[in-house]
Structure formats: structure tokens, C-alpha cells
């Protein structure tokens, strides 16, 4: 597993087409009913640093997550508060983040992480930033009981990748 800043719990494996075809007319449709999949409780413990993240169907079919990333032997941490919801006919998430005591967020008051489903398959998501996060990306996918996040950020202008692979904690509904 490679560490990654909590930047995005929620932001996954980076999907590149080969194809010439502009990505909306390569994208598979995205629907709220068709990313239930990600409900559940997942983890992902190294040696010394633990990350969970959780994802539950809301009212309206929306799905509501949370996640952390703490170190052992360190007191910092980052918490991350996020929403996939049907936004006019498009799939959008909204994420925010906190330091591990919430007493800071990264994302100022009225402007959050925004990010576009881009592509969906069977147990797989993509999504691109928006705005500030235009050029970013990543992917969620589900193999059984585990969970992939592959992400692309800009940080200080600079690329980096991140990644991680949780467990399901519990059982499946």
C-alpha cells in the first residue's frame, strides 16, 4: 500500500482511455442506484497509520461518507466529510476536511472539493475535479470485499498519486 495524504479518501484508480473520442462520449452513465455498491464500512490499517472510510445510502437514494487517516505515533490526522448526490442529472461530489480534532477545515466556509462522475462500470467509479481541483481525479473500484481508491492530485502544482486498499469491516446487507 502506498501512503497517501488524506487529500481525498474519496478521490480513486485513474482510469485512462486510449481512445481519441472526447471522455463524454466515452463515459458510461452514472446513477445514484448504480454506485450502492460502495455502502459499507471499510479499513485500511499499516503498521503505523489506520484509515477507515464509511459510505451509507441517505434518503433519496444520495450516499453519505466520512473517513479518517491517523497515525500511531503522531498526533495529527485528517478527517474528510463527503456526499455523492444526483446534481441535475449528473452525479457530483461534494467533500470537506478537517484536521483530526475538527478543530480546522482545509476548504473554506462555501467552497468544497468538487467532484463530476465522470464514468461508471460494474463496481467502479470515476470522478474529475472541478474548478479549483480541474485536472484532478480518481477512482473507486470494488473486487469482493476490498476497495481501491487510485487518485491524481495537484499539490503546490506538483502531481501526486494516491492510494489505498481498504477491507469491509462487518458484513454486507
Known sequence: MTSRPLLGLIT???VLLATGAPLAA???PC???DLQWMTGTWRDDEARVQTEERWTAGPGGRLIGSS???HEDTPGGVMEAMTLTDDAGRLVMR???FDSALAQAREEKDAPMVFVATDCAA???TLEG???QAGERFNYQRLGDEL???GSFLHAGQPVRAEARFQRVGREK
Do not use: K
Request: net charge positive; proline share 4%.
Open 68 to 70: 479518517w487517516r491517523l
Open 26 to 28: 466515452r463515459a458510461a
Open 12 to 14: 480513486a484508480p485513474v
Open 130 to 132: 472541478t474548478g479549483a
Open 148 to 150: 481501491t481508491f487510485v
Open 31 to 33: 446513477a445514484l442506484a
Open 95 to 97: 467533500l470537506r476536511h
Open 123 to 125: 463496481r467502479a467509479v
